[in-house]
Structure formats: structure tokens, C-alpha cells
Antibody, heavy 121, light 110 residues
């Protein structure tokens, strides 16, 4: 079954870091780019960044530069999103999404179930 | 403030047709393919339309997409109550080197 399965919900204090995982199965992991998209409560979708199929290249949205790191473990078909120096505005559902056509700008054809990250003192 | 502009809400009666607009610029919609995503409350978005007007397997032909210049449109015919959801347009922005989305449109089927 082709799917992306994400790690469970997290509660963090302001200033802390969080690391969310996204495990792929049912397809050739090293063929596709993976994106991270987040959605604050009641808000729209926000693109955070992308990691290439082999994990040696990333591109982050300007507003997250310096706070975000995306990594990829091809041995376990898992990608990770780490966000540092958390603030309350980072409370959101974080999604991983596959770029379906094998290119970085391909449409997001497969999504993880989402991981709720709550930042609260 | 989203890079792509969508109306916050649209509504129509069951069986009717509705369109949702998505306005961008020459660096995003004007240059790259547009996708549309459907999202029900509490669930992940789902790809509805890609490459402006193509439907993934399993998406009914009641859903259609088009693009003209720097704007794109999602059309839904034969509206059903089950179509009530949030709809997002998305594409790549070549100037930002980033993915971009519209702010989302809430569809109400009255």
C-alpha cells in the first residue's frame, strides 16, 4: 500500500525543538521529492520546504531559514522535519507530501496523515 | 497573506455548478502547472486536479480545471452535499523557488 505515515502528536514549550518523521512505503523512496506543508488551526496551507530523493539537497521557505532542517534516511525510507526555537505561532498540523511526478515542482499526489505540534508554556 | 488569491467562500445549491478562482502572477501560475486540493475537516488534503486540468484516477469528471494567463479556475458541476470542503490551489513560484498555495475556499452546498 502506497502511503506516508507520520509520527504522533507533540507538545513542546516555547524555545524547544521538535522533530517529526514521515515514513514512506509501497513505492521506490529514492525516486520522489518530498515536501513539508503546515496548517495552523483554522488557517490555510503553508509550504515549508522540500528535500530531494537522495537527501543531499534541500530548499526551505525563506521564513523558516535558520530554524528548519529536513533530512532523509534512505535505509528506512523516512524523512524528518526538525523545527527549532519554537514559538506559539508554530502550533499547527505538519504534513509531509510526495511530489508525484518525480520533479520538485510536481503536484503533491500523496500526503501523510499529519502531525499536530502544539507549542505552549 | 497567501501568494495566490482565492475567494474565502462560495456556495451553490445541490445539482448546480460552482467555480473557484485562483489568481497569481507571471512567476507562479503564469509559468508553472496549477494543482487543486480538496480538504475535509480533520483530514489531509487530497489531490483533485493537476497540470491545470488533469484528474488523478478516481476523481469524477464533475471536477475540472482551467488556466488563463496568471489565473486558474476549478469547476465543479452536479454539486453534492459531499462536496462541501475546503479547496486550495497550489503551484510552484519560480522567483521564490518555493511552493505556494492560495488561502483556500470553503464550499457550501446549500
Amino acid at each position: 500500500q502506497v502511503q506516508l505515515v507520520q509520527s504522533g502528536a507533540e507538545v513542546k514549550k516555547p524555545g524547544a525543538s521538535v522533530k517529526v518523521s514521515c515514513k514512506a512505503s509501497g513505492y521506490t523512496f529514492t525516486t520522489y521529492y518530498l515536501h513539508w506543508v503546515r496548517q495552523a488551526p483554522g488557517q490555510g496551507l503553508e509550504w515549508m520546504g522540500i528535500i530531494n530523493p537522495t537527501g543531499d539537497s534541500t530548499n526551505y521557505a525563506q521564513r523558516f531559514q535558520g530554524r528548519v532542517t529536513m533530512t532523509r534516511d534512505t535505509s528506512t525510507s523516512t524523512v524528518y522535519l526538525e523545527l527549532k526555537r519554537l514559538r506559539s505561532e508554530d502550533t499547527a498540523i505538519y504534513y509531509c507530501a510526495r511530489a508525484g511526478g518525480g520533479f520538485s515542482d510536481s503536484p503533491f499526489d500523496l500526503w501523510g496523515q499529519g502531525t499536530l505540534v502544539t507549542v505552549s508554556s | 497573506q497567501s501568494v495566490l488569491t482565492q475567494p474565502p467562500s462560495v456556495s451553490a445549491a445541490p445539482g448546480q455548478k460552482v467555480t473557484i478562482s485562483c489568481s497569481g502572477s507571471s512567476s507562479n501560475i503564469g509559468k508553472n502547472y496549477v494543482s487543486w486540493y480538496q480538504q475535509f475537516p480533520g483530514t489531509a488534503p487530497k489531490l483533485l486536479i493537476y497540470d491545470h486540468n488533469k484528474r488523478p484516477s478516481g476523481i469524477p469528471d464533475r471536477f475540472s480545471g482551467s488556466k488563463s494567463g496568471t489565473s486558474a479556475t476549478l469547476g465543479i458541476t452536479g454539486l453534492q452535499t459531499g462536496d462541501e470542503a475546503d479547496y486550495y490551489c497550489g503551484t510552484w513560484d519560480s522567483s521564490l523557488s518555493a511552493g505556494v498555495f492560495g488561502g483556500g475556499t470553503k464550499l457550501t452546498v446549500l
